[in-house]
C-alpha cells in the first residue's frame, strides 16, 4: 500500500518562506506525476503545483507563479514545495498528491494518492 505522509507545515509570517515535503512509502512514486492541493478554512480545495514524473516540467496557480517551487528528489521519493513571500491568502492545509496522469491533466484528473495534508498558517 502506497501512503504519501506531508511534514513541515506551520505558523509563518507573511513575507516570510517556508518548505513543505512530502514522502511516499510502499512503492516507488518515480512514474507518477505529483503535486500540491490546498484547502483553505470554508473554501474548495484547490490545486497549488504539479511536476511531471521525470521532473522536467512544472505547472502552478496563477496565484503561487513566481513565489512557489515544486521539485522532487527520486533517490528518496520526496516531493517539496518552497513557498516565499508568503501572503495571509496562502493559508490552508496542504494536501500532497499523485497521479498516473501527465502533469497537463494532474489539477482535473483522477488522483490515486492522497496525504493527509500539513497546516500551514500566515499571520499578518
Known amino acids: 500500500q502506497v501512503q504519501l505522509a506531508e511534514s513541515g507545515g506551520g505558523l509563518v509570517q507573511a513575507g516570510e518562506s517556508l518548505r513543505i515535503s512530502c514522502v511516499g512509502s510502499?512503492?516507488?512514486?518515480?512514474?507518477?506525476?505529483m503535486g500540491w492541493f490546498r484547502q483553505a478554512p470554508g473554501k474548495e480545495r484547490e490545486f497549488v503545483a504539479v511536476?511531471?514524473?521525470?521532473?522536467?516540467?512544472?505547472q502552478y496557480a496563477d496565484s503561487v507563479k513566481d513565489r512557489f517551487t515544486i521539485s522532487r528528489d527520486y533517490a528518496e521519493d520526496r516531493l517539496f514545495l518552497q513557498m516565499n513571500s508568503l501572503k495571509t491568502e496562502d493559508t490552508g492545509v496542504y494536501y500532497c498528491?499523485?497521479?498516473?496522469?501527465?502533469?497537463?491533466?494532474?489539477?482535473?484528473?483522477?488522483?490515486?494518492?492522497w496525504g493527509q495534508g500539513t497546516p500551514v498558517t500566515v499571520s499578518s
Open positions: 511536476i511531471n514524473w521525470i521532473g522536467g516540467w512544472t
Open positions: 510502499g512503492h516507488s512514486l518515480r512514474t507518477y506525476s
Open positions: 498528491a499523485a497521479a498516473r496522469a501527465d502533469y497537463r491533466d494532474f489539477k482535473t484528473a483522477q488522483i490515486d494518492l
